[in-house]
């Protein structure tokens, strides 16, 4: 158990609906990043925030979005869904800042099926 | 980033050492290495890090020449339960910006 928890754990949505997934940080990190996986692929990062901050951004459109809470808690919401948006999505955590070791703790993922 | 190499598969026995190997060509001085290893719908662990020479912990070892272009990750012992994707990962660690890129990692399945 790494203290990270997603929720939900599984969801179905239908193209264009909206999706809000959560994830609560393990006690005192102040960073969390969000990765989509696909069946069979490795994760592929989304984005990191770093005390409530977006601090640096991998290549998805603008409608994947997300806000980091002071408790260091975060959303990912994903709006306009698309099928291809079906997959695995992992919340991890870690503590940021300079000459930090960063290791990142995953939680569980969340099952997201786009219909 | 630096980008990284694996095999997509490998197969091993119950009691045999694996080593998995990954090429990272063009790794910067300030990149370090590490490993995670997936189960099935789960997020991926974290097994173990290095930056040169070798590296040891209670679960795997991991070699790294003096170049750095490659690293070898080694289990001792396997067993069924080590069966699962490992990901050889490349990037600064030291940055709160860093990000960390996931290729499609090694499927490795243990057998009786």
């Known amino acids: 158990e790494t203290g990270v928890t997603q929720s939900p754990t599984h969801l179905i949505k239908t193209r264009g609906q909206q999706v809000t997934l959560r994830c609560s940080s393990q006690?005192?990190?102040?960073?969390v990043s969000w990765y989509q996986q696909a069946l069979g692929q490795g994760p592929q990062f989304i984005f990191q925030y770093y005390r409530e901050e977006e601090n640096g951004r991998g290549n998805f459109p603008p409608r994947f979005s997300g806000l980091q809470f002071p408790n260091y808690s975060s959303e990912l919401n994903v709006n306009a869904l698309e099928l291809d948006d079906s997959a695995l999505y992992l919340c991890a955590s870690s503590l940021g800042g300079v000459e930090v070791y960063n290791e990142q703790f995953f939680g569980p993922g969340t099952r997201l099926t786009v219909l | 980033l630096a980008k990284t190499t694996q095999p997509i598969s490998m197969d091993s026995y119950e009691g045999q050492e694996v080593n998995i190997t990954c090429s990272h060509n063009n790794i910067a001085t300030n990149d370090y290495i590490t490993w995670y290893q997936q189960f099935p719908s789960q997020g991926p662990r974290f097994i173990i890090q290095g930056y040169k020479t070798k590296v040891t912990n209670e679960v795997a070892s991991l070699f790294i020449p003096a170049d750095r272009k490659s690293s070898t990750l080694s289990l001792p012992r396997v067993s069924l339960s080590d069966t699962a994707v490992y990901y050889c990962?490349?990037?600064?660690?030291?940055?709160?910006?860093?990000?960390?890129?996931f290729g499609s990692g090694t499927r490795l399945s243990i057998r009786p």
């Open positions: 006690s005192g990190h102040n960073t």
């Open positions: 990962l490349v990037g600064d660690t030291y940055s709160s910006a860093s990000k960390i890129i």
